[in-house]
């Protein structure tokens, strides 16, 4: 491979982007991720003034959950649909169909519209978090993938950089309804960069047969378990119905199983769960991505809440945060391209995990800005290196055919770590606090602080447990070529002798 241009993975005869071509494709892929990833965090700021708009006061979450519950079954299924139907057309389908549900929200006329809209905005946005993260995986060898991963992964941290400052700032001066409008053009200008430089992949899939079973065991499975979770320190929801939903998805669950290993073409094949780094790996995003949201979340209300700091500075004070999580998803990329090889840097990486969580974890009424900068800033260190990790572990781990699977796979079990976890938080902190926070006017800042520390003491467990998760990961040596590829006569290492890189795992 020559420094002139890159092989395509096509399915065919395979072909070569210039270094151009590649950047271009890349600012395309990043420009749809950002959409995505941005969309949730800019809505914080501007709900507000939605809901003086609007109305609806007791729907205030249901924008938040339904694009959640949406993107997270789209983010499975965009991975099969893709292998079907081609990763240019899902993902240009993705972009369009998040534009129009955009529009739709701008002109909403009440909540529940908003609401029905933000759901079809979800399945967009799934589409447009997962797409770009296989198209990596087939553009670019093996060992290049952390790398471009890297990159990618960076989007996630800088979404929730800026997502809150646009939203301030749209919601502000031109109104909250442009916080969906100004997807239109940024949509519009991902989609002919991507028409005009998407490279050529023939469908993995030729029959195409839909998972009709699947898709809808595992709706109703996340529907029911979304819905719980929700509801669960709800005391207007009866406990008899909570343990009916939570029954209820646990029986689609199984059902989901049971059509999955006799269907044709499973949109999750079962099978992979034999393979251990994908298990490994589904474990560690799961419980990466619960700790990341235990930071994001509580730091702003430790700050708020026992340091009594204006909302404003504790926007400012969790940016290093943030900051550090783009950068070492960059940085960590870059190493797997240098190394080859990512259990070391996995162990790494949930090792500055749980030394965030534990400096965190003894934060009280004195701590000072520095020393909760500093803390924070290692915990966003530690969860960036995990995004390009375990996908690129898994993308060498499953077969070309499953590439595509086995990517969305990671991001799906992103999604659900937070939704899982998220909850549990919550009904950590009332029962710490044990109190009616209706009728409390304000919660004393000892209390507030204990509720805080129980918090980052259960995120501490969860991220020694990826420490320990990580030692049962199966290293590999990664390969700088396609599959298929003849090795290259003039790859020499620096004593001028030919070398090959394998890809099976240790």
Known sequence: ???KDINVNNGSSGGKLAPGEVKVLMAGLMISLLVGALDNSIMSTAMPQVISSLGGMAYYVWPFTIYLLCSTMAIILSGKLSDIYGRKRILVLGIALFIAASTLCG???????????RGIQGIGGGILMTIPFIVVAEVFPPRQRGKYAGILSSVFGLANVLGPVLGGVITGFMGWRWVFFINIPVGIAAIYILRSYFPHMEE??????????????????LSSLFLALTFIRDPAIPPYLLAALFIFAGVMVVAFAYVEKRSREPILPLHLFKNSIFNVSAVAMFLASAVMFCGIIYLPLFMQGVQNLSPAISGVLITPMLLSLTFSSIIAGQIISKTGTYKKLAVGAFVLLTGGMALLSTMGIGTGILEVVIYSAILGAGTGMTYPIFNVAVQNAVSKREIAVGTASMQFFRNIG???????????????INMDINMASKIPANLMNLAVHNVYLTGLVISILGVISCFFLKDAVLSNRMEGETPSKELKNSNGDKMELGENAK
Do not use: C, H, S, W
């Open 1 to 3: 491979m020559t420094n």
């Open 107 to 117: 002109f909403a006329g009440d909540m529940l519209q908003l609401t029905f809209f």
């Open 204 to 221: 993995v899939v030729k029959e195409r047969i839909i998972d009709y079973g699947g898709i809808i065991t595992l709706t109703a499975a």
């Open 418 to 432: 937070a939704t899982v976890a998220l909850p549990i938080f919550g009904v950590i902190v009332n029962l710490t």
